[in-house]
């Protein structure tokens, strides 16, 4: 190839690697703040003295196997009703529905994947809150919600805690942690992401982080971490660097699992799938 046109090359080869880095450069100012706080002192301690600490991240007991490969070619194999084609039916609801106790002690609300309000034995707490937006680092981009929240983050009733399972995006929003931030409620969640909630403004004296089988008493109720077979990380270079966990709610007189987002062990029955524990 003459000269200039090896010159004329090397110039749009750097201009697209320049533009390629500038954009990157501004997606990650963008996303900054929600991918949170790495742990740190106390609370990086703690973690690292976990049973479940290997030395330079979390693990599972019984190791995950993903398959990359087939995950990414599903993404071109998309299932012609792997969204709906039209508008969800949603049963909408305000704080009017919790102005009186469940009669038998127990009632759970769902909202929509992992975010439920449990009312267990006079203790009300809500998992994983998402009200509205995408589960993603960005406002604009990444998957979006199918309806909007049945009932609005506005419409909860009094919350004695929020239970936190992991600090993946589907789990753990910014926006709906630095709604609460002003609460007066209690955060529990696993080692580690209570540097995220630290970092969007919720008090560090009502973030209560908890190891595998670890207890904490909201109001008579006993919530007991329990392992789950997961992952976690908000960006590349924080994979596993915080813990995941299920919670078991211990009530006077009534039991509620909530498993988080667990996935089955090598030990789930192969057939009958719907007994098995799932995300």
Same mark, same amino acid.
């Not at 991240?57 to 398959?67: A, K, L, Q, S």
């Not at 998309?78 to 102005?99: H, N, Q, W, Y």
């Given at each position: 190839?003459? &000269?200039?046109?090896?010159?004329?090359?090397?110039? =749009?080869?750097?201009?697209?690697?320049?533009?390629?880095?500038?954009?990157?450069?501004?997606?990650?100012?963008?996303?900054?703040?929600?991918?949170?706080?790495?742990?740190?002192?106390? &609370?990086?301690?703690?973690?690292?003295? *976990?049973?479940?600490?290997?030395?330079? #991240?979390?693990?599972?007991?019984?190791?995950? !196997?993903?398959? =990359?490969?087939?995950? #990414?070619?599903?993404?071109?194999?998309?299932?012609?009703?792997?969204?709906?084609?039209?508008?969800?039916? #949603?049963?909408?609801?305000?704080?009017? &529905?919790?102005?009186?106790?469940?009669?038998?002690?127990?009632? =759970?609300? !769902?909202?929509?994947? *992992?975010?439920?309000?449990?009312? =267990?034995?006079?203790?009300?707490?809500?998992?994983?809150?998402?009200?509205?937006? &995408?589960?993603?680092?960005?406002? !604009?981009?990444?998957?979006?919600? !199918?309806?909007?929240?049945?009932?609005?983050?506005?419409?909860?009733?009094?919350?004695d805690a929020v239970l936190l399972s992991h600090d993946h995006y589907d789990h753990l929003q910014i926006e709906t942690i630095q709604a609460m931030a002003s609460w007066d409620v209690r955060f529990i969640a696993p080692l580690g992401v209570g540097a995220h909630l630290e970092a969007w403004g919720v008090p560090t004296d009502r973030i209560t982080e908890v190891d595998w089988w670890d207890r904490v008493d909201v109001g008579g109720v006993e919530l007991v971490a329990v392992p789950a077979r997961h992952a976690s990380g908000r960006q590349i270079f924080d994979q596993n660097r915080t813990l995941w966990t299920g919670f078991a709610l211990l009530g006077t007189e009534h039991r509620v699992l909530f498993s988080g987002d667990t996935g089955c062990s090598t030990d789930c029955p192969r057939s009958g799938a719907s007994s098995a524990p799932s995300t």
């Open positions: 190839m003459p &000269r200039p046109r090896l010159k004329l090359a090397a110039r =749009i080869v750097g201009v697209l690697f320049l533009l390629f880095a500038l954009v990157t450069a501004g997606l990650v100012a963008n996303a900054w703040e929600s991918f949170g706080a790495a742990p740190d002192g106390e &609370r990086r301690a703690r973690l690292e003295a *976990s049973p479940q600490w290997d030395g330079e #991240v979390f693990v599972n007991p019984d190791p995950m !196997w993903n398959d =990359i490969a087939g995950s #990414v070619g599903g993404m071109f194999r998309m299932s012609p009703v792997a969204e709906p084609d039209g508008p969800i039916p #949603v049963l909408e609801g305000t704080k009017a &529905r919790f102005a009186e106790p469940p009669t038998s002690g127990l009632r =759970i609300t !769902w909202l929509g994947h *992992s975010t439920q309000i449990i009312e =267990i034995d006079g203790v009300t707490v809500i998992t994983d809150p998402i009200f509205g937006g &995408r589960a993603s680092p960005w406002t !604009w981009l990444g998957p979006a919600a !199918w309806y909007e929240p049945p009932i609005p983050l506005t419409e909860l009733p009094p919350l």
